[in-house]
Antibody
Framework: DVQLVESGGDLVQPGRSLRLSCEAS????????MHWIRQTPGKGLEWVAG????????GYADSVKGRFTISRDNAKNSLYLQMNSLRTEDTALYYC?????????????WGQGTLVTVSS | EIVLTQSPATLSLSPGERATLSCRTS??????LAWYQQKPGQAPRLLIY???NRATGIPARFSGSGSGTDFTLTISSLEPEDFAVYYC????????FGQGTRLEIK
């Protein structure tokens, strides 16, 4: 069974940094693009960043471009999100998600999320 | 950025009725549209991908259709467990989501 387990969420002050991790198991991790998607409590879903299986293709939402960095370590079956210059509007539940196929397909498996709260 | 607009925002129906949810995209997305169901406290669940393909384990009462910029999710006969929030999502250029349709019991 596919498992995605996020960690690293915390309460942080505006302007500080945080690194999220996602440990994957149950599938060929390096063969699938991965994404970070966030959800504000009671609100909708917002894609944050995505990365191809070989890390060649990387994309970011405009709202986080220049502040967040997505990366992966296929040898460790792990996905990361380095979040710098955090803002109050970055407060959300952050999901790690795996794509259905090896490219250009929707996420079909999601973790349970890790909560990031940005507040002074 | 490709913008997705879902309608209606809220749909009130009774079990056994047919539900029709709409999603319009700001540009053509080559049928790279998916639908998700989300219940409180849970991660989204993939229902439909590539406009009309049901994901693994999804009941046949869920179906998707559409082309160009207009897409539809249909639930043929609502079961009690179908009342939830539904999101459409495009994968033509990275990912964007619609704002969601809340399907509530009438």
């Amino acid at each position: 069974d596919v498992q995605l387990v996020e960690s690293g969420g915390d309460l942080v002050q505006p302007g500080r940094s945080l690194r999220l991790s996602c440990e994957a198991s149950g599938f060929n991790f390096g063969g699938h693009p991965m994404h970070w998607i966030r959800q504000t409590p009671g609100k909708g879903l917002e894609w944050v960043a995505g990365i191809g299986g070989t890390s060649v293709s990387i994309g970011y939402a405009d709202s986080v471009k220049g502040r967040f960095t997505i990366s992966r370590d296929n040898a460790k079956n792990s996905l990361y999100l380095q979040m710098n210059s955090l803002r109050t509007e970055d407060t959300a539940l952050y999901y790690c998600a795996k794509e259905l196929r090896n490219s250009d397909s929707p996420p079909d498996s999601w973790g349970q999320g890790t909560l990031v709260t940005v507040s002074s | 950025e490709i913008v997705l607009t879902q309608s209606p925002a809220t749909l009130s129906l009774s079990p056994g009725e047919r539900a029709t949810l709409s999603c319009r995209t700001s540009q053509s997305i080559n049928r790279q549209l998916a639908w998700y169901q989300q219940k409180p406290g849970q991660a989204p669940r993939l229902l439909i991908y590539d406009t009309s393909n049901r994901a693994t384990g999804i009941p046949a009462r869920f179906s998707g259709s559409g082309s160009g910029t207009d897409f539809t999710l249909t639930i043929s006969s609502l079961e009690p467990e179908d009342f939830a929030v539904y999101y459409c999502q495009q994968r033509r250029h990275w990912i964007t989501f619609g704002q969601g349709t809340r399907l509530e019991i009438k």
